[in-house]
């Protein structure tokens, strides 16, 4: 690895680089979809020690919403975030949302999961629930850089 100035201590080595690919998929808080259908899922990432930058791609093109309810995320995150830490990361294009369209994402405690949650000019936020998934063809592109586990 990686040592600075005259650090000879291997505890101290930059050692820890990965790159890799994940895939992101629609998950929720209470149910499920009855069917959901993708036509893209594309995911990358990049770590060093234990700070991860992940972007990532969804589309879907076919949903039936089935019992889905509550909190809609993005599961498939190739590292937990670290507990008690709020991280979150930006939603760069959605398009084919109904009523909110997702313009963050957030880790809320140790997990390979975020929230889409939408703020507006005034900075009020909420959460994007199932629902706001329309049934034909929707886009997702994202990014975030968080604390790993």
């Known amino acids: 690895g990686i040592k600075f100035n005259n650090d000879s201590a291997a505890a101290n080595a930059l050692d820890d680089y990965e790159e890799g690919t994940w895939t992101p ?74 009523s909110q369209w997702p313009t963050n994402i957030a880790f809320q405690g140790s997990t390979s999961y975020v929230y889409l949650f939408a703020v507006d000019k005034a900075g009020n936020s909420s959460s994007i629930s199932p629902s706001n998934l329309t049934n034909s063809q929707t886009y997702l592109y994202f990014s975030i850089t968080y604390m790993a586990a």
């Open 25 to 98: 998929a629609y998950g929720v808080s209470t149910g499920s979809f009855s069917s959901i259908t993708y036509s893209l899922q594309s995911g990358y990432y990049t770590k060093v020690g234990n700070i991860v930058t992940a972007h990532g791609r969804l589309d879907s093109s076919a949903l039936t919403l089935g019992s889905a309810s509550n909190y809609l995320f993005i599961t498939g995150f190739p590292y937990a975030s670290l507990s008690g830490a709020y991280q979150t990361g930006d939603v760069s294009y959605s398009y084919g949302y109904t």
